[in-house]
């Protein structure tokens, strides 16, 4: 125990006649901090018996090995400034100190805004729609423009205070306002609703609560040691970078393998098939047994595809029908209550786990299926179990809520998938603390596209995957910027479970959608190697502005042009900028979107100048500029940094199997040279974390690139540099 | 202890390998129940030690005697049904059976709807935006259509799933229905998002819970034994029945002279001013102290209002400036954090009391202030206290915010008013449990005229008041419409601290406008005595129709119209009726409001003969008719039962002082003959509860109305019986 333990809270009786002072003193200081690694601080208050730790079902152990090759830097916090009050009626609550000139971001994928400064938030995993930080992923972690992060290591709900709640014996609070003064009785300002607070505060209703800090050179750099920390960044395969289309729910084998045979025809990337519910025999709740009035012949379906290149993924919710054959071993395995009447499986349970990925193997995996997509894992309260609900390990209903999609991802990546040696990707409705390392996207019904292009930039401070998915549009110019967008995330796709559409659909812009989806095929030699920096560095593949060295609201905040000290209210009113995000090492990508209309504004970093990636022309350096849809013809917005030095296919490639041995094309931006590590495996084992990859260094300079592998731990992946662009001349 | 304990919920570590059953063994069955008076039960479950009972804060002690004159009703549910689950985690989860052919209503000031089956509420007290159960006054109170209702008795945030959450092992779920089926593959029914559920489950973090079920011989008296067992219903003073007027917040002495005078020159009934916080030196947070720039000579201004026969009402929030002079005092009897800066004193300390009653008593109550209205007690989680702030009594932060309401309506009640045997009305913004004794009403910003209708309904199932405020409006006929709503409310009162409004703002309407409140006037009789019988039978005075007996939704579920056997889905689809509401005993109120237009529906009870007020034209007997404005030359929808005896002042009064020993009309409506037992007292001190008080009976049958004085305990308060009206020949 680091902690003392906090007063008692419980008096009995009512009208108590003891009386305490109710000062800083009923906190306990948090002193003993673990330093496992550099840049990574740990302290366990209260008692953790019992208590679920999002790390505890993390992908992958710590990567202390690579954290520990990091930079040092000193603890964020003065000593003892950090309080914990442990009491009685099991509650923990911390208090973490936050100055005024500090903006906070993160939680989670929180779609509104990634800055959550100034709100109350409960943490919870539910239906996005209920706001106030529940929502499908809400990751207990924040970082601060200061240069650090905090995570909350527990799967409890978390109701946290970020920089409200006024403590009166603070020093720093701002100054008396009366809100309604007689006339010339001068205030000391405006009358706030919410006054600035000096600290982050949190608590949960449970024994213990493990706290992790993360400090570092950046933003990045804190962002990259917590998915360190939690196991290093998903590596998903090759073909999970392709196109992805998912066919209406009641379609069936023939429907399937004909607009399979359209995408051929269209000459229209594809990769992976995603069927919905209509192919198992019940859903909601599910039986995960195939439907044979609408798949007579699973396996020669599945290997039809296959032969195509053509994965395929199968939608699921984890509740069992009765009509499923393990619902009968399952039932003493599931909670007291139930989902849409399908038990809930206590996949804490290892003979639960196994029930199911035997059948899941002998029924999926076995002929070839390659993922899943795990819906309903989130909320409503009123569709999910209660919060005291039961289930046989007893684990509280509570930490299932908080972790269900996290266990499911965890027993299919490591049951079903890694102990077969075989990677996977797919998608979850809800996740959590420590996911880095789960090659699962989520996706969400919000359908804003602004949400959804914010969503891009949450999810890559908290170690999550996002699909900002495609579905409909009300017109041509929507679906093509839809479709720009999500060519740029983490998980390309159009999901036509209820709208079924087609990437043809809007005829105006055929073309134009299918040149974006080529670019990505084109771009596969970068990509992957982003996913393997995530991996390998816990770079995040597809990220926030925020994160990048130079950009402006950072700058401004860390540069304190808020005079916080004289007037910190002004801190309300400086908004975050997400409709923008980094693509790889050195693309940033600005799409158009609903309140855009034909032209944007496009903030430029600081430091160094950016470039047109189609035309390599210099568009500034620092500052704001305007894009329209007619200068760019129509294509998505995209910049380069100086020095970047891309790896792309010669030619676009209809299914990632193609992408292997294809011979490379390098641009190069810029007039300073630079290099690019090109990543190397065989895109589909875990043969990798013994070593088995490749990385060839490309190297830009007196208008050559030079190449030399650095590691040879692997054959090459692609074929050989064969055209090298200077796009700036 | 009541309850056997639980399982232990607990296992260490994760990936339990222990696996238990999860069938209803994982609850203890409530055996012991206490049966203090006819028609209540008690349980406690867990340990209550340091848990805050809202009855430990009731206006008065539990009405045993007047419950045992009650008639004996079986317990509601069968023996062993009501499960409870204490968990080691300091959780107590109660069970309660519920079928699917019971509705079930309440749980406070739902403004949205009463009715609460099939849904997940929070009942916190928090700002009423927030939804999902949070409210201004979260009740934890239900009633069933079946007869009877329940009480959580405990100041904890409580969670209710009510008819949501199917347990795996229950008889009574409905049927499983594939949500995609194959085509011509039969279901047993349409799909449904939120099965129903048989159970009312329930949840609060702490050691224990106690329940109080009520059954009566109908919902009526259900809820009649419920405010008995709170202590009965308030008794305000005769004066808190007259018009209410609130001034805007930054008047001074001579502008509230000035607005006074021109209600008596204009010829409108004023019995009260409210101040609002302009009066004090700093608001937001409080001194409570009079600021002199405004109000020169506050005992004089009070004394020349309370000359003229009006009272004073003073706005405050109870979070204290520095700038008060019991600021220091206070400061260690005040929780760790603060509201807006001001500190929040504990009121369950009687130092704290005393600080504050003292200093109001002073300031306020010395010089003839009547009440108060207690603002800001409810939410928003940004603007009070975090839920992990602690309290120098060590009492809960969660428990001080589900009864920080209650908490000063009892200091106020007790110890400023009730010891010095002063009767007291005011205003609260947030309130709870076990609440009936307290004369302080509810109000609300949402402004909806249609949800304060709705919130004359609920609130009456839980023993709150309730004022539908009138602010504003956007049309004559909208300010006369809410203005019509409010006069028969449990407060008369226009708002204006922030529009400024006077009842003659609209000019189209003033004269409709001060009939109807003059006939608010002319009825003070008829209110009082309704108020009584709220005090002295737990009957509520202004009432949903759910609790009339013949009204057609009730007839509806109790007779089973609904198969809900067959298919219990067709429960959700039944909306009831809360756009009307009964005032007294026998008066129907029916308000246009802004979906209405000019003319609208009115539903009558069946089981006797309902007649227009105005004419005692005969309207119905059951079924639905259909009213105009025109038809009622722009006066409210009033209706009146067979054999109502109605006792008026025979003319309006522009002050309630004037009512005293004002001589009666008193109509009479139908042909049956009936009778009104007219309550009397001295309408300001509380020695009615030594038995001060009268009864007059006014009996009407063969053409006469014959008086007669059943209880004889105090002086007339009224007139003689001047006039006899019989409405109906």
């Not at 933003?219 to 073909?239: E, F, K, T």
């Amino acid at each position: 125990m680091f902690v003392e333990k906090g007063l008692s809270l419980f008096v009995a009786g009512f009208l108590a006649l003891s009386i305490g002072a109710a000062g800083l003193e009923d906190l306990s200081q948090v002193k003993d901090w673990e330093n496992p690694a550099p840049g990574v601080w740990k302290a366990t208050l209260g008692n953790m018996k019992g208590e679920l730790r999002y790390t505890d079902i993390a992908a992958e152990k710590p990567r202390l090995e690579a954290l520990k090759e990091l930079e040092s830097v000193p603890f964020p916090f003065k000593e003892g400034k950090v309080g914990v009050l442990v009491s009685s009626d099991n509650r923990v609550m911390i208090r973490i100190p936050a100055s005024a000139d500090e903006r906070l971001f993160g939680f989670g994928l929180q779609m509104d805004s990634i800055k959550k400064s100034r709100q109350v938030l409960e943490l919870n995993v539910d239906h996005w729609s209920r706001g106030g930080g529940r929502t499908h992923a809400p990751v207990p972690f924040y970082i601060s423009s200061k240069g650090y992060g905090v995570f909350f290591n527990t799967a409890r709900f978390l109701k946290v205070y970020v920089q409200i709640g006024n403590r009166k014996d603070s020093k720093n609070n701002p100054p008396f306002v009366d809100r309604n003064p007689p006339p010339n009785e001068p205030q000391p300002g405006a009358w706030q609703a919410v006054p600035f607070a000096d600290a982050v505060e949190a608590q949960v209703h449970g024994g213990g609560l493990e706290v992790v800090v993360f400090s570092g050179k950046s933003l990045l750099d804190v962002v990259s040691r917590y998915n360190l920390y939690c196991g290093g960044g998903a590596l998903p395969p090759l073909w999970g970078m392709g196109f992805w289309h998912r066919v209406p729910a009641a379609f069936t084998a023939d429907q399937t393998r004909a607009e399979v045979k359209e995408f051929e025809e269209r000459d229209f990337p594809l990769d992976v098939i995603g069927l919905e519910p209509g192919w198992q025999t019940k859903s909601y709740p599910c039986t995960f047994e195939w439907q044979t009035k609408r798949f007579p012949d699973p396996e020669a379906f599945t290997k039809e595809l296959l032969d195509k290149g053509v994965h395929l993924n199968l939608w699921e919710n984890p509740y069992i029908s009765p009509a499923s054959r393990i619902y009968q071993a399952m039932y003493p395995l599931s909670a007291s209550h139930t989902v849409w009447l399908g038990i809930v499986p206590d996949y804490t349970i290892p003979k639960a786990r196994k029930l199911l990925t035997d059948q899941h193997y002998e029924d999926h995996i076995r002929i070839g299926v390659s993922g899943y997509k795990i819906d309903e894992v989130d909320g409503y309260d009123q569709w999910l179990w209660p919060d005291h609900a039961t289930f046989p390990s007893g684990t509280s209903a509570e930490a299932m809520r908080q972790s269900y999609g996290l266990l499911l991802q965890n027993m299919l990546y490591t049951d079903l998938f890694k102990q077969r040696n075989v990677r996977t990707y797919g998608l979850v409705r809800a996740s959590n603390g420590a996911a880095s390392g789960y090659p699962f996207v989520l996706y969400s019904d919000s359908y804003s596209h602004s949400q959804y292009i914010t969503g891009v930039s949450a999810a890559s401070l908290g170690g999550i995957l996002w699909c900002p998915e495609v579905r409909s549009a009300g017109s041509g110019r929507e679906w093509l910027n839809r479709t720009q967008t999500v060519c740029f995330s983490h998980m390309a796709m159009l999901n036509a479970w209820s709208s079924g559409k087609k990437p043809w659909s809007y005829s105006d812009v055929t073309d134009k959608v299918r040149d974006v989806i080529k670019l990505r095929m084109q771009l596969l030699p970068y990509i992957y190697t982003a996913f393997a920096e995530y991996n390998r560095k816990g770079t995040p593949p597809v990220r926030a502005m925020i994160l990048e060295s130079g950009f402006k609201l950072n700058e401004r905040v860390i540069a304190g042009q808020l005079d916080s000290e004289k007037n910190p209210y002004a801190e309300g009113k400086v908004v975050e900028t997400t409709d923008q995000f980094m693509f790889g090492p050195s693309i940033l990508v600005a799409p158009f979107y609903e309140k855009q209309g034909e032209q944007r504004t496009v903030e430029l970093p600081e430091g160094g100048n950016w470039y047109d990636f189609y035309s390599g022309k210099l568009v500034g350096n620092g500052g704001k500029i305007t894009v329209t849809a007619e200068g760019l013809q129509e294509r998505t917005p995209l910049f380069v940094k100086e020095g970047a030095v891309i790896p792309m296919l010669t030619k676009a490639v209809n299914t990632t199997r193609q992408a292997y041995a294809h011979p490379l094309e390098v641009r190069v931006y810029g007039t300073v040279g630079g290099s690019f590590e090109l990543y190397e495996d065989d895109g589909q084992t875990f043969d990798y974390q013994q070593g088995k990859y490749r990385i060839r260094k490309l190297t830009a300079a007196n208008g050559k690139v030079v190449e030399e592998v650095v590691k040879d731990g692997a054959p090459a992946m692609f074929g050989p540099v064969e055209s090298v662009k200077f796009m700036t001349q």
